[in-house]
């Protein structure tokens, strides 16, 4: 079945750095992937819509200077955190569509830690 | 625009229980019905969905939910749980047209106790 690969699965690194996180379609294209945000204990808040080709839409609340999102590829989006502070440590999680409304796959996530 | 509200942050329930999580939503166009459960550090797996057809659906391991319309709910239930249940359950909706995001419910902690 189609499936979303998200990488790293897991992320550490000190403030003020830039972390990048790649979501990949392995075997289907995706012309939107959603990046999702999820607080410890808390549930998954959309940031961004991904949209190949053009720019992405954030959600409000969403510093887009701060989480840069390039969806280069009918088959890869990229979320960089940049200038990262404690506060951004949280777990990051990827979707896309491999076709009809319903059929919405998530990546594994990734969590990052800022120290 | 579309909202999801898990009226329970937390249900805890002795094994081999019933155990029913509420999900109500609110929607001004036609939707899509999920739920995911997520474990300890890991990711979203897809529990079960409502397309259209019939208002009862089912899971590989036992839970089910049904879609009701008129009270805009989409509970999910399990006759009897197992401690491997124990997990994260997220209620979460969309949109039937165009490619739109899920949103998701605040989450629901099922704590199964031997």
């Known amino acids: 079945g189609a499936v979303v690969s998200q990488h790293p699965s897991r992320v550490i690194c000190k403030s003020g750095t830039s972390v990048k996180i790649e979501c990949r379609s392995l075997d289907f294209q995706a012309t939107t992937m959603f990046w999702y945000r999820q607080f410890p204990k808390q549930s998954l808040m959309l940031m961004a819509t991904s949209n190949e080709g053009s720019k992405a839409t954030y959600e409000q609340g969403v510093e887009k200077d701060k989480f840069l999102i390039n969806h280069a590829s009918l088959t890869l989006s990229t979320l960089t955190v940049t200038s990262a502070h404690p506060e951004d440590s949280s777990f990051y999680i990827c979707?896309?569509?491999?076709?009809?409304?319903?059929?919405?796959?998530f990546g594994n996530g990734t969590r990052l830690t800022v120290t | 625009a579309q909202s999801v509200t898990q009226l329970d942050s937390q249900v805890p329930v002795f094994e081999e229980a019933p155990v029913e999580l509420r999900c109500n939503y609110s929607?001004?166009?036609?939707?899509?019905l999920f739920w995911y459960v997520q474990y300890p550090n890991q990711g979203l797996q897809l529990l079960l969905k409502?397309?259209?057809?019939?208002?009862l659906v089912e899971s590989i391991n036992g839970f089910e939910a049904e879609f009701n319309k008129s009270q805009t709910s989409f509970h999910l239930r399990k006759p009897s749980v197992h401690i491997s249940d124990t997990a994260e359950y997220f209620c979460?909706?969309?949109?039937?047209?165009?490619?739109?995001?899920?949103?998701f419910g605040k989450g629901t902690r099922l704590s199964v106790i031997a």
């Open positions: 929607s001004s166009v036609s939707v899509y």
């Open positions: 979707s896309a569509r491999s076709g009809s409304p319903e059929t919405l796959h």
């Open positions: 979460a909706v969309s949109g039937r047209s165009g490619n739109t995001p899920l949103v």
């Open positions: 409502y397309l259209s057809g019939s208002t």
